[in-house]
């Protein structure tokens, strides 16, 4: 049995769908605080938090959960700064209550959903996972201490985990059942589609004289099922080997801020309205990641790399969540 924290959040749901299509048993536990229970197509549901560590073990225990996939966290990165208490509460001394009922069950399996947040300012591109780790924020932080602790757990009571770095994840679900719904909304390819449905009014970009070809930032975009496969193969490794692991998952591709908003004005047939600002504090030029290590161990290879087909599933979802006259 694979027990999912934070199912019916934007990624979680994702890999919830595809376990439930390859036939996993499967039980997803969310509190909702910011995830959405129609985005939890498969397995058994249940509402409840991280923090509630005995409820965790009869779980564990009256289900016979083997594997536990962790998504569970608040990822806000300007909220963490503002809200410290907020993060280290649910990310940190909540992820220790959830491995605490995994060893009192005997649940020595874990996938944990981690962050590109973890390295900070980049000393160099592509990003291995080999680059220093050095976060800038709250939010990168506290998912370094949960992968410390992950590694002192492994190394002391024999857990076996992998932890995955995501870089930005983007898109939805090719059959558009499930997407992107967060609030407040952050991520670029959503807001910018809001632009075209005429729920914002302009997307603004955040600087335009950086050190790349069009003076805007470059990131790493990784369709979210192309994430969600990762999990599957980090799930096989976990069942066939006794060694933890951390990878990176990006495409290794960078797309600029105007190259996102070109693609959005290509697939939608619509004209984006964009409205040049400052740089904003902290903003690297450049975010690129190497997936080649998870290519080369675990035998990932992203499937929805083209920026174009990411901003299509994204659209397919956005207009049949937010679309109103579309």
């Known amino acids: 049995m694979i027990f999912v924290t934070g199912g019916a959040g934007y990624i979680g749901s994702h890999v919830v769908k595809l376990l439930g299509e390859k036939g996993c048993d499967i039980i997803v536990y969310d509190n909702l605080s910011r995830g959405h229970r129609e985005m939890v197509t498969s397995g058994e549901f249940i509402v409840g938090d991280i923090s509630d560590k005995d409820r965790l073990l009869k779980i564990f225990r009256d289900h016979d959960v083997d594997t536990v996939i962790h998504f569970a966290a608040d990822s806000l990165v300007g909220e963490s700064e503002e809200d410290p208490h907020r993060y280290y509460s649910n990310n940190v001394a909540g992820g220790i209550s959830l491995l605490g009922a995994m060893l009192e069950a005997g649940v020595k399996k874990i996938v944990f959903s981690s962050s590109a947040a973890v390295y900070g300012e980049p000393e160099r591109a592509p990003i291995e996972e080999d680059h220093p780790t050095v976060p800038t924020n709250v939010y990168g932080n506290t998912k370094l201490i949960f992968e410390n602790i992950l590694k002192k757990y492994s190394s002391t009571y024999g857990l076996g985990f992998v932890s995955l770095r995501y870089f930005n994840a983007a898109g939805a ?154």
């Open 173 to 326: 679900d090719p059959e558009g059942a499930i997407g992107e719904d967060h609030s407040p909304e952050t991520h670029l390819i959503p807001l910018i589609l809001d632009v075209v449905l005429g729920r914002k009014k302009e997307i603004v970009i955040f600087g335009t004289d950086y050190d790349t070809p069009d003076g805007t930032c470059i990131r790493d975009y990784i369709h979210v099922n192309d994430l969600a496969e990762a999990h599957i193969l980090a799930l096989k490794h976990l069942e066939n080997s006794p060694a933890s692991a951390i990878y990176n998952l990006g495409n290794g591709k960078g797309f600029s801020v105007r190259e996102v908003v070109g693609a959005v004005e290509r697939v939608t047939g619509a004209k984006v309205s964009v409205v040049e600002g400052d740089r904003r504090k902290g903003d690297p030029a450049r975010l690129v990641a190497s997936s080649e290590k998870i290519m080369r161990e675990l035998g990932w290879r992203p499937a929805y790399a083209g920026l174009d087909v990411i901003v299509k599933t994204a659209w397919r979802w956005h207009k049949r969540r937010f679309g109103g006259k579309w």
